[in-house]
C-alpha cells in the first residue's frame, strides 16, 4: 500500500508537469490499479 501511494505522488508530480493531455493515457493504462487512489487525491 505505501509503494502505490509513493508511485501515485510521483505520477501526479508527472502530471502537474507534462499536463493532463499525456496524463490521461497513463490514467487508462493504469486504470484498474489507480482508479481508487486517485479518486482519493481528487485527481
Known amino acids: 500500500m505505501v ?3 509513493h508511485d501515485l505522488k510521483r505520477i501526479v508530480m508527472v502530471q502537474n508537469r507534462l499536463g493532463c493531455r ?3 493515457p497513463i490514467m487508462y493504462l493504469h ?3 489507480f482508479t481508487k487512489l486517485a479518486d482519493v487525491a481528487g485527481i
Do not use: A, K
Open 3 to 5: 509503494q502505490d501511494l
Open 22 to 24: 499525456v496524463f490521461r
Open 31 to 33: 486504470e484498474n490499479n
